[in-house]
């Protein structure tokens, strides 16, 4: 059984900085797509950022520069280090992990795709101005 458990989320202020992980049972994170999502009340959940099985990234525009997604293959955790930290990023951080590797658009991972097939509980992040 695939169990996904998100940590580090928290309160900090605009340009702050968090780190986000997510620790897998049942799950091996080196082959499969992986990602990390978030959704805000009143929106839809959205991908921040994705890391396929060869290590490839990609990352929504608006988080660009300041976000890093990356996997520590020796423990099995997803990562996410996010400085400066705008209120807008404001919201529940999910990851996620699929049952295969990412869909490539243009030769990357693909940030539209949002049917993974496993999700942790989510962690909340809130940025204040």
């Known amino acids: 059984q695939v169990h996904l458990v998100e940590s580090g989320g928290g309160s900090v202020q605009s340009g702050g900085s968090l780190r986000l992980s997510c620790a897998a049972s049942?799950?091996?994170?080196?082959?499969?797509?992986m990602g990390w999502f978030r959704q805000a009340p009143g929106s839809e959940r959205e991908a921040v950022a994705v890391?396929?099985?060869?290590?490839?990234?990609n990352y929504a525009d608006s988080v660009k520069g300041r976000f890093t997604i990356s996997k520590d293959n020796t423990d099995n955790t997803l990562t996410l280090e996010m400085s400066a930290l705008k209120p807008e990023d404001s919201a529940m951080y999910y990851c996620?992990?699929?049952?295969?590797?990412?869909?490539?658009?243009?030769?990357?991972?693909?940030?539209?795709?949002?049917?993974?097939?496993?999700w942790g509980q989510g962690t909340q992040v809130t940025v204040s101005s």
């Open positions: 890391l396929d099985k060869d290590g490839s990234t």
């Open positions: 996620a992990g699929d049952r295969w590797g990412c869909t490539l658009i243009n030769g990357r991972p693909s940030l539209v795709n949002t049917d993974y097939a496993y």
């Open positions: 049942g799950y091996t994170y080196s082959s499969y797509c």
